[in-house]
């Protein structure tokens, strides 16, 4: 156990959530933000500025969570600030053809290699609504795969096995228990969903041998990062990519967290995997809420009007603001050397965390690489996939740990689900602030 040191004052925040309570559903517009996760209640968090935020009550802290993995140049980064600025004095949106949607497409284009065309949502979830749409009218087949563990956003028929479960409730790994994610979903919806673990070619090979002739498509997290941070094996990705192929499935990558944050082109380029379809969000954006559906032209084509048309509309696509960051993001991130120190950055804080655990004989290890990874308290060596996450990961040490830091001044949620972000923001300081933290949070531990 975590000793209970409760050194921040944390007055506001506790007075403002009180007062939330009243008007909004658990004081927070998101579960993940809530109570359920901070135990103490949320810190309310009032300004950001690099890498660091400060709270109602004056605190500040190095921020690693960087809003879900969103501000992938920290806050307020100044550029982006003017961009805002004098785009918001033009007038922000105009829901007509603008030049700012077409630079920011252009832009995409250059840096994700899979992108023939590309259309522009307003979140993730709607990124893969609309790709789970056009797969089903390329391949005019109604049923997908999704994986154990993974998240897709909270379209109906993705809430299936999103969340963590006792091992006792999963059911056999080669016929998984089906426990849906949400109250309010039709069973029927989930009717058209084939249910596999991952990273796991054997059982992969089995269950498309089974429905791959029925599958629009299968979509996956290409590294998952809603059950921490758990990597493909070696050839995974790359084996997914020809059993989809043959068997006429489209190859779905949601790369909403990993896009634009491993290489400029995401996991696809990192991994050399050319997926059909690809979905992004967050880190897209730099803080502003866009998604993107991106691939073959001849799929995204099947949106243009006529009577076959897929439809996918939206009072605020292409958002001229946002379009107008989106450009001036991702000529940010195409500066040489960006992604060398991201991951730089992201080695140096895996490496301090290592070293720390090691030092204190904690049991934890700490998963991922560069610009994101998650701490995993268990005796594993890795964590493979959803089932070895539910039964090896001790979720709840995590969460004192985390607990811990943020009464250190590290900002952080104390959800295990999650990952920790760097942003081009983060500097060999804030590394050594956590690594410090983590220390004294770890002599805390039992
Ligand atoms: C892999 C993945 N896909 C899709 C989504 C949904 O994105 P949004 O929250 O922007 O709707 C998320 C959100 O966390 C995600 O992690």
């Keep these: ?122 979140t993730g979830s709607e990124a893969t609504m609309l790709a789970l749409r056009l797969a089903r009218a390329r391949t005019g087949r109604r049923k997908f795969l999704k994986f154990e563990g993974h998240y897709h956003g909270w379209y109906d028929p993705f809430l299936l096995n999103a969340h963590s479960h006792p091992p006792e409730q999963l059911g056999p790994v080669e016929n998984p228990e089906r426990i849906p994610d949400s109250e309010g979903i039709p069973a029927s919806t989930f009717d058209e969903v084939v249910l596999a673990p991952w990273n796991d070619v054997n059982a992969l090979e089995r269950v498309l041998q089974l429905h791959g002739h029925e599958l629009a498509a299968v979509i996956t997290e290409p590294i998952m990062a809603n059950m921490g941070c758990i ?35 995401g996991c ?45 509309y ?41 070293e720390v655990f090691r030092r204190h004989g904690t049991k934890a290890i700490v998963q991922g690489f560069g610009p994101m990874f998650q701490i995993y308290f268990t005796d594993r060596e890795a964590i493979h996939n959803y089932r070895e996450y539910c039964e090896f990961v001790d979720a709840k040490r995590y969460s004192q740990f985390v607990h811990g830091l943020l009464e250190r001044g590290i900002y952080m949620t104390p959800s295990n689900g999650l990952h920790w972000i760097i942003s081009t923001a983060h500097t060999d300081a804030d590394v050594e602030a956590l690594v410090d933290a983590a220390d004294q949070a770890c002599s805390g531990l039992s």
């Design 231 to 265: 990597l493909p094996r070696d050839g995974y990705l790359q084996r997914l990519r020809e059993l989809t192929r043959d068997c006429g499935a489209l190859l779905i990558f949601d790369e909403v967290v990993t896009g634009f944050r491993y290489a400029p082109g």
């Design 268 to 312: 696809q380029e990192y991994y050399d995997v050319k997926p059909d379809i690809s979905t992004f969000g967050k880190a897209l954006g730099a803080g502003f809420p866009v998604g993107a559906v991106a691939g073959l032209r001849s799929i995204l084509e099947r949106m243009q009007w006529s009577e076959n048309m897929v439809l996918h």
């Design 314 to 354: 939206g009072t605020f696509n292409g958002h001229r603001l946002t379009m107008k960051v989106v450009t001036a993001n991702l000529d940010l991130l195409a500066a040489p050397d960006t992604y060398r120190k991201l991951h730089a950055v992201g080695n140096a804080a895996i490496a301090g965390l290592r």
């Design 1 to 122: 156990m975590t000793q209970t040191i409760q050194t921040r004052n944390r007055t506001h925040s506790q007075e403002w959530f009180e007062r939330a309570q009243q008007s909004l559903v658990e004081g927070v517009n998101s579960p993940s933000r809530g109570a359920a996760v901070y135990t103490r209640g949320p810190i309310m968090l009032e300004r950001g500025d690099g890498s660091h935020v400060w709270d109602a009550d004056g605190n500040q802290y190095v921020d690693f969570m960087m809003s879900f993995g969103a501000l992938i140049q920290g806050h307020a980064h100044p550029t982006l600030v003017k961009t805002v600025c004098e785009a918001m004095a033009e007038g922000s949106h105009f829901a007509a053809a603008t030049s700012a949607e077409i630079e920011a497409a252009e832009r995409f284009r250059r840096m994700v290699p899979s992108a023939e065309l590309v259309r522009f949502t307003n």
